[in-house]
């Protein structure tokens, strides 16, 4: 039994020998205090001694004093190892923790329950779960998996492994168990959404366990993310019954919570009112709450209370606040809100507060003001700053940051110059001198061979319709990736040059790259454009077959156009069938438009019935198929159809089938 433990936490033992440094010094001492304890009159009762000690130097926080007597005891037994491994979590040490445990299992100690409690909750907290599992296998040898702690910390692991149907499966086979392990169970449903949490919660009386304060707090919280408002309210009249609505503080603050989350502003404010201001933990959610209903005043006073009773506001309130003052172009209350942001340092860590500011300086019109809102103008804000522009459409102020930070000295790298470059085509004022002038730039910083940035170049100059100098950009290139090929390719796509697209996807095949789903979706557009049958079924032949990219409803919109347009319109309605689009009733309108205008009777009048099969509702798809029968001269169903179109259109639930002739 002994010999197939030792295997199974073998590759644990390894793992954590080498990290730790402990390692040496506790092994040398480990024999000679042995040796001492030959001395001894009664080891048993100076193990007891120094487990006692070190238990009241674990719980005082003095963690090396408690490690230095652990090295220096003759003997251990179970005890001293329960005491230390769980002192050493209780003070986040969890690498010594796990140190320490190994040693205890390669020495030949059986665990006792506490022993895997504590183990358990340290794998958990680190997310070390490979080791949970091992740890778990020894539980199930020795035999301790029915212990209701064990179980306990067994659940909590699967429960942040996200394994919420074994944590439940363990939860089950318990044969007892605890409130704490209940609510363990009520937390983790509520952080994964699960929706049993009120039969769960029902259960839970049912077997005769009685809900505490931190139940209801649970069960609030998650009902509050999911915004059921019902199930909330239900729970709400029971608290008000047992009396904890008002007596206990963090069911109080748990309510104004959930209303707060649901939106319901009359009931946060009555559950905000019962609670004295000393024990107000929900400020955030008020102020978020009172934000995003545009009630100003309000939320500025909640907050400025906060504020009196020393409580941080959030980075909710925070983004609350100046998303606030950004939708009404308020920029006194979004500076103050910032003058805040300022003094408790939220500007450096977190990017939501950082967006929301800009954001809010852009949408008032102060650009200027959020770049001089950063303390320290170095290249990474500022090019933070400027992706944030980009990611928001700010377009402008990228090009004038860029400019900012060339005038002011700061510098530029390649990440400022690629996005500077890509945001050209978007601005209504650059054109094909602001690319000139940027690749300038990038030629004389010395990043013109950045990938990144000739990408971007490629792309910028196509846009302008300057073709030959993205080609030229790409001829310099030593070694193109996929990105370049790519964007060359969707360079030519993009001014309908067919040919030049097709070989280089040929190109760049023959040198081992892999092409994607956006380079064929560039090749097969420009075949599209260009006419190209030959080379476009080609090319969708091969996605699939021979380069394993599964075609999207646009390659094959675009294959069905290119068939459709030369006339191949079986072949076009036959390709469209064999697709997993065979229900995209835009595609099968296409298709109808291309039998239109070739006038074909027969292919025509399946396809219009095609459409009008995949959007009956849809009174535009009838129209289309009655415009479809005027095409080929059958102007009484084409009268018939417009007519039900009309009628549909006024009167879109009663829908009889219709019978083509
Ligand atoms: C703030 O606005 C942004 C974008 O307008 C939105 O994504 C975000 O959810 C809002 N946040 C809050 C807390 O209102
Ligand atoms: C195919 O090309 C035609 C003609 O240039 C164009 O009208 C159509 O939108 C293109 N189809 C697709 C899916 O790009
Ligand atoms: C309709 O198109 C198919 C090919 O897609 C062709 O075989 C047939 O002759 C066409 N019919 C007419 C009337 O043009
Ligand atoms: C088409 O069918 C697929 C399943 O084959 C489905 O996922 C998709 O939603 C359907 N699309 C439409 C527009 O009905
Ligand atoms: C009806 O069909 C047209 C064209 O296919 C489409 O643009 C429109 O969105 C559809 N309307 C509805 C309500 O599905």
Same mark, same amino acid.
């Given at each position: 039994m002994r010999k197939q433990i030792m295997v199974s936490i073998a590759p644990l033992v390894s793992t954590f020998t080498h990290k730790f440094v402990r390692n040496a010094s506790t092994t040398s001492s480990f024999f000679p205090s042995q040796f001492d304890s %030959?001395?001894?009159?009664n080891p048993r009762d100076r193990i007891y001694t120094y487990n006692r000690d070190i238990e009241t130097l674990m719980k005082s926080g003095s963690v090396d004093h408690a490690l230095q007597l652990f090295d220096e005891m003759p003997m251990r037994d179970i005890i001293t190892y329960n005491i230390v491994l769980s002192g050493l979590k209780r003070n986040g040490l969890s690498k010594e923790a796990l140190y320490v445990y190994n040693q205890m299992v390669s020495q030949g100690f059986i665990e006792s329950s506490s022993t895997f409690s504590t183990v358990l909750g340290v794998f958990s907290q680190e997310g070390l779960y490979q080791e949970g599992f091992q740890v778990h296998n020894r539980v199930v040898v020795l035999g301790l998996s029915l212990n209701v702690y064990v179980g306990s910390a067994l659940i909590d692991l699967y429960m942040n492994m996200g394994l919420v149907e074994l944590a439940l499966r363990l939860f089950n086979d318990l044969p007892e168990r605890n409130l704490a392990t209940w609510n363990q169970l009520l937390k983790g449903f509520g952080e994964f959404g699960m929706s049993q949490k009120l039969q769960l919660y029902y259960r839970m009386k049912r077997e005769g366990v009685a809900p505490n304060p931190l139940t209801f707090c649970y069960l609030l919280r998650s009902f509050g993310n999911e915004r059921v408002v019902d199930q909330g309210r239900e729970l709400h009249s029971y608290t008000i019954k047992v009396g904890w609505a008002e007596s206990d503080v963090f069911v109080s603050n748990a309510l104004v919570d959930f209303y707060s989350a649901c939106g319901s502003i009359t009931d946060a404010e009555k559950s905000f009112e019962v609670i004295p201001t000393n024990d107000v933990i929900s400020w955030n959610s008020l102020v978020s709450l009172y934000a995003s209903n545009e009630i100003a005043s309000d939320a500025l006073r909640i907050f400025s209370m906060m504020q009196v009773s020393g409580k941080k506001p959030s980075i909710r309130s925070f983004v609350g606040l100046l998303n606030l003052s950004s939708r009404n172009v308020n920029i006194i209350i979004g500076k103050q809100i910032h003058c805040f942001v300022l003094k408790l340092g939220f500007d450096h860590g977190s990017c939501y507060v950082c967006s929301a500011l800009i954001d809010m300086y852009g949408k008032c019109g102060e650009i200027e003001s959020s770049v001089s809102s950063v303390p320290r103008k170095t290249i990474e804000v500022c090019n933070s700053l400027m992706t944030s522009f980009a990611h928001c459409g700010i377009v402008e102020d990228v090009i004038e940051l860029f400019g900012l930070m060339v005038d002011e000295d700061i510098g530029f790298d390649e990440v400022s110059l690629s996005t500077t470059v890509n945001t050209l085509s978007r #601005? !209504? %004022?650059? @054109?094909l001198t602001s690319c000139k002038l940027l690749h300038l730039c990038a030629v004389k910083s010395g990043f013109a061979h950045d990938l990144a940035v000739s990408c971007s170049l490629i792309e910028s100059y196509s846009r302008f319709g300057d073709v030959k100098s993205s080609r030229q950009i790409f001829n310099q290139l030593s070694s193109p990736n996929v990105m370049c090929f790519t964007s060359i390719i969707s360079a030519y796509s993009r001014n309908k040059m067919g040919t030049e697209c097709y070989k280089l996807l040929e190109v760049m095949i023959n040198k081992g790259l892999k092409p994607d789903k956006v380079t064929f979706l560039c090749v097969l557009t420009a075949c599209n454009h260009s006419g190209m049958v030959h080379e476009g079924k080609m090319v969708f032949e091969s996605m #699939? !077959?021979?380069? @394993?990219v599964d075609p999207e409803s646009q390659h094959v919109a675009c294959m069905v156009d290119l068939l459709g347009h030369k006339g191949l319109l079986e072949e076009a309605e036959w390709l469209l069938k064999q697709?997993?689009? *065979? *229900?995209d009733s835009a595609i099968w309108s296409s298709l109808l438009r291309h039998c239109r205008a070739h006038h074909n009777e027969t292919v025509g009048k399946r396809i219009a019935e095609t459409v009008i099969k995949l959007e009956p509702e849809n009174a535009s798809s009838w129209l289309q198929v009655s415009n479809f029968y005027s095409e080929i001269r059958d102007f009484e169903t084409a009268k018939l159809i417009k007519d039900i179109a009309l009628a549909r259109r006024m009167q879109r639930d009663m829908f009889t089938p219709l019978r083509f002739k």
């Amino acid at each position: 039994m002994r010999k197939q433990i030792m295997v199974s936490i073998a590759p644990l033992v390894s793992t954590f020998t080498h990290k730790f440094v402990r390692n040496a010094s506790t092994t040398s001492s480990f024999f000679p205090s042995q040796f001492d304890s %030959y001395f001894e009159p009664n080891p048993r009762d100076r193990i007891y001694t120094y487990n006692r000690d070190i238990e009241t130097l674990m719980k005082s926080g003095s963690v090396d004093h408690a490690l230095q007597l652990f090295d220096e005891m003759p003997m251990r037994d179970i005890i001293t190892y329960n005491i230390v491994l769980s002192g050493l979590k209780r003070n986040g040490l969890s690498k010594e923790a796990l140190y320490v445990y190994n040693q205890m299992v390669s020495q030949g100690f059986i665990e006792s329950s506490s022993t895997f409690s504590t183990v358990l909750g340290v794998f958990s907290q680190e997310g070390l779960y490979q080791e949970g599992f091992q740890v778990h296998n020894r539980v199930v040898v020795l035999g301790l998996s029915l212990n209701v702690y064990v179980g306990s910390a067994l659940i909590d692991l699967y429960m942040n492994m996200g394994l919420v149907e074994l944590a439940l499966r363990l939860f089950n086979d318990l044969p007892e168990r605890n409130l704490a392990t209940w609510n363990q169970l009520l937390k983790g449903f509520g952080e994964f959404g699960m929706s049993q949490k009120l039969q769960l919660y029902y259960r839970m009386k049912r077997e005769g366990v009685a809900p505490n304060p931190l139940t209801f707090c649970y069960l609030l919280r998650s009902f509050g993310n999911e915004r059921v408002v019902d199930q909330g309210r239900e729970l709400h009249s029971y608290t008000i019954k047992v009396g904890w609505a008002e007596s206990d503080v963090f069911v109080s603050n748990a309510l104004v919570d959930f209303y707060s989350a649901c939106g319901s502003i009359t009931d946060a404010e009555k559950s905000f009112e019962v609670i004295p201001t000393n024990d107000v933990i929900s400020w955030n959610s008020l102020v978020s709450l009172y934000a995003s209903n545009e009630i100003a005043s309000d939320a500025l006073r909640i907050f400025s209370m906060m504020q009196v009773s020393g409580k941080k506001p959030s980075i909710r309130s925070f983004v609350g606040l100046l998303n606030l003052s950004s939708r009404n172009v308020n920029i006194i209350i979004g500076k103050q809100i910032h003058c805040f942001v300022l003094k408790l340092g939220f500007d450096h860590g977190s990017c939501y507060v950082c967006s929301a500011l800009i954001d809010m300086y852009g949408k008032c019109g102060e650009i200027e003001s959020s770049v001089s809102s950063v303390p320290r103008k170095t290249i990474e804000v500022c090019n933070s700053l400027m992706t944030s522009f980009a990611h928001c459409g700010i377009v402008e102020d990228v090009i004038e940051l860029f400019g900012l930070m060339v005038d002011e000295d700061i510098g530029f790298d390649e990440v400022s110059l690629s996005t500077t470059v890509n945001t050209l085509s978007r #601005s !209504t %004022y650059a @054109g094909l001198t602001s690319c000139k002038l940027l690749h300038l730039c990038a030629v004389k910083s010395g990043f013109a061979h950045d990938l990144a940035v000739s990408c971007s170049l490629i792309e910028s100059y196509s846009r302008f319709g300057d073709v030959k100098s993205s080609r030229q950009i790409f001829n310099q290139l030593s070694s193109p990736n996929v990105m370049c090929f790519t964007s060359i390719i969707s360079a030519y796509s993009r001014n309908k040059m067919g040919t030049e697209c097709y070989k280089l996807l040929e190109v760049m095949i023959n040198k081992g790259l892999k092409p994607d789903k956006v380079t064929f979706l560039c090749v097969l557009t420009a075949c599209n454009h260009s006419g190209m049958v030959h080379e476009g079924k080609m090319v969708f032949e091969s996605m #699939s !077959t021979v380069h @394993g990219v599964d075609p999207e409803s646009q390659h094959v919109a675009c294959m069905v156009d290119l068939l459709g347009h030369k006339g191949l319109l079986e072949e076009a309605e036959w390709l469209l069938k064999q697709t997993q689009f *065979n *229900n995209d009733s835009a595609i099968w309108s296409s298709l109808l438009r291309h039998c239109r205008a070739h006038h074909n009777e027969t292919v025509g009048k399946r396809i219009a019935e095609t459409v009008i099969k995949l959007e009956p509702e849809n009174a535009s798809s009838w129209l289309q198929v009655s415009n479809f029968y005027s095409e080929i001269r059958d102007f009484e169903t084409a009268k018939l159809i417009k007519d039900i179109a009309l009628a549909r259109r006024m009167q879109r639930d009663m829908f009889t089938p219709l019978r083509f002739k």
